[in-house]
């Protein structure tokens, strides 16, 4: 596992991870425009969870090519990528429950939103981020909570609209859970560094 962290660490695979959450964070922005058309200005930057996490992350990869770290973004990016990409997974496996099936763009947001969620956590032993670092995630991410789930702001899932409490409670605990992760893998591990190539 360590030699697999490793080859992640290698220019060429950073630049192959580049590419990939560059055109996923032009892709997910693309897929929020019509909620974005409809969304007031001031809530602009809390509406597109998901293109924003990957945007954390393209950060993050810029920084390592350049072999610097980056602690807040860092921590930023393995929280939401994370949090939004597990939720994604939910919430397109409660569309296919409830409706009984799932176009082919459903699968494909599970599978894309799977490995944003595992591609972040595969980074974390070249995370240097502090305590005070996952704070400022922390409150981030629990004040997007806020805004998604008692301003309405949340991505529209017709189907899934008559759930919107308990999706809102599911959503609160998994962001506390990416915020556990994040502080187990990188803030608890002492040992286990990686260095950037």
Same mark, same amino acid.
């Given at each position: 596992?360590?030699?697999?962290?490793?080859?992640?660490?290698?220019?060429?695979?950073?630049?192959?991870?580049?590419?990939?959450?560059?055109?996923?964070?032009?892709?997910?922005?693309?897929?929020?425009?019509?909620?974005?058309?409809?969304?007031?200005?001031?809530?602009?930057?809390?509406?597109?969870?998901?293109?924003?996490?990957?945007?954390?992350?393209?950060?993050?990869?810029?920084?390592?090519?350049? !072999?610097?770290? #980056?602690?807040?973004?860092?921590?930023? $990016? @393995?929280? /939401? *990528?994370?949090?939004?990409? &597990?939720?994604? =997974?939910?919430?397109?496996?409660?569309?296919?429950?409830?409706?009984?099936?799932?176009?082919?763009?459903?699968?494909?947001?599970?599978?894309?939103?799977?490995?944003?969620?595992?591609?972040?956590?595969?980074?974390?032993?070249?995370? !240097?981020?502090? #305590?005070?670092?996952?704070?400022?995630? $922390? @409150?981030? /991410? *629990?004040?997007?909570?806020? &805004?998604?789930? =008692?301003?309405?702001?949340?991505?529209?899932?017709?189907?899934?609209?008559?759930?919107?409490?308990?999706?809102?409670?599911?959503?609160?605990?998994?962001?506390?859970?990416?915020?556990?992760?994040?502080?187990?893998?990188?803030?608890?591990?002492?040992?286990?560094?990686?260095?950037?190539?």
């Amino acid at each position: 596992m360590k030699m697999f962290q490793y080859l992640l660490g290698q220019k060429p695979i950073l630049i192959v991870m580049l590419f990939i959450n560059f055109f996923g964070t032009v892709y997910g922005y693309y897929w929020y425009g019509d909620q974005l058309n409809e969304t007031p200005a001031h809530f602009y930057i809390f509406v597109p969870d998901s293109p924003t996490a990957s945007l954390f992350f393209l950060i993050v990869i810029i920084g390592f090519l350049m !072999r610097k770290n #980056l602690p807040l973004i860092e921590a930023l $990016a @393995i929280v /939401t *990528l994370f949090k939004y990409g &597990i939720w994604a =997974v939910i919430m397109n496996l409660l569309v296919l429950q409830i409706n009984g099936t799932l176009p082919w763009q459903g699968y494909m947001l599970i599978a894309s939103h799977f490995g944003m969620a595992i591609q972040g956590l595969l980074y974390s032993p070249y995370y !240097r981020f502090k #305590l005070r670092h996952l704070l400022i995630a $922390a @409150i981030w /991410t *629990l004040h997007n909570d806020v &805004i998604d789930y =008692v301003f309405g702001m949340m991505p529209k899932y017709s189907l899934l609209m008559n759930y919107i409490s308990e999706i809102g409670y599911m959503t609160f605990w998994l962001s506390i859970i990416s915020l556990l992760i994040a502080y187990v893998l990188v803030l608890k591990q002492k040992t286990n560094k990686l260095q950037l190539p």
